[in-house]
């Protein structure tokens, strides 16, 4: 390296602003001997001739289509090198990495779509599920009421993944477990027993497929399954007084595990 004057050269400041590049990674290059400057005036400051900048502007094109450093030097001082199947082995590469970034951005849309809406689901494909009974512009007043609680979040993830076979699933088990409890009812099963603990945690299960559902939570949905005109036309609707002795059933499962229904909290 001889001495040189500023006019011979840039300085490892200048080549950074000139080529896009931090000063960190243009002294990381000189360090590993990837691309170290040519000249060194007399007062120490090392300089970047033309040819200098040259194959630097080559490193900076080869690393952004992502080539490691390792991989650069052996493509720039090799002579046998195959450049042309060096960079056709890294266009492979990035396109497969623009096919998981679609499939990434296309999850990332369903999952904006479930938060602001609920379900993925055509108004066809909700009736076909839930009946002609559903009405869409339930998810809207839903979202409005529980939009910005953690169950929300929770139920529209999981919306996000659902397919329309596994809402079918899920709506069978419901009205499933909904059939066993008016049954459980009809045949005087007493709320505490152990027929009626078993299904109230069915119950739990199936409905955690929504969002996870703890015990107090699970009290708290009782009561409002009693309360509420809508829920307990429902309920009553399958069998009548099936919205009370649930909410019975649920409270007195939690007692047994512990819980006192009167103090249940939504958590």
């Known amino acids: 390296m001889r001495d040189a004057t500023d006019a011979d050269g840039l300085t490892v400041g200048q080549a950074s602003k000139r080529l896009g590049v931090t000063v960190r990674a243009l002294h990381h290059w000189d360090e590993i001997g990837l691309a170290r400057p040519s000249l060194r005036t007399a007062s120490g400051y090392r300089l970047y001739t033309a040819g200098d900048l ?4 080559r490193i900076v094109v080869y690393r952004e289509v992502g080539l490691g450093l390792d991989r650069i030097q052996a493509v720039l001082d090799d002579a046998t090198a195959d450049v042309p199947a060096a960079l056709r082995a890294q266009r492979a590469q990035v396109a497969e990495r623009i096919d998981r970034l679609q499939q990434l951005s296309a999850g990332l849309d369903r999952m904006i779509d479930a938060h602001e809406h609920g379900l993925l689901l055509t108004a066809e494909q909700q009736a076909e ?23 929300w979040r929770q139920y529209a993830e999981r919306s996000a993944s659902r397919s329309p076979e596994e809402w079918q699933a899920i709506t069978e088990a419901v009205a499933g477990v909904d059939r066993a409890l008016a049954d459980a009812m009809d045949a005087g099963v007493a709320p505490g027993s152990p027929e009626a603990n078993r299904l109230v945690e069915r119950h739990r299960e199936i409905f955690s497929s929504y969002f996870p559902l703890t015990r107090q939570m699970q009290v708290c949905l009782g009561r409002r399954y009693e309360a509420d005109p809508g829920f307990a036309a429902h309920y009553d609707g399958i069998r009548t007084g099936l919205a009370t002795w649930f909410r019975r059933a649920v ?17």
């Open 54 to 57: 040259e194959r630097l502007q």
């Open 129 to 151: 599920i839930f009946g002609p009974q559903w009405n869409p512009e339930w998810l809207a007043q839903a979202r409005q009421r529980y939009g910005g609680t953690t169950q």
């Open 251 to 267: 409270d007195a499962s939690a007692r047994a595990h512990g819980i006192d229904p009167d103090t249940a909290t939504w958590e």
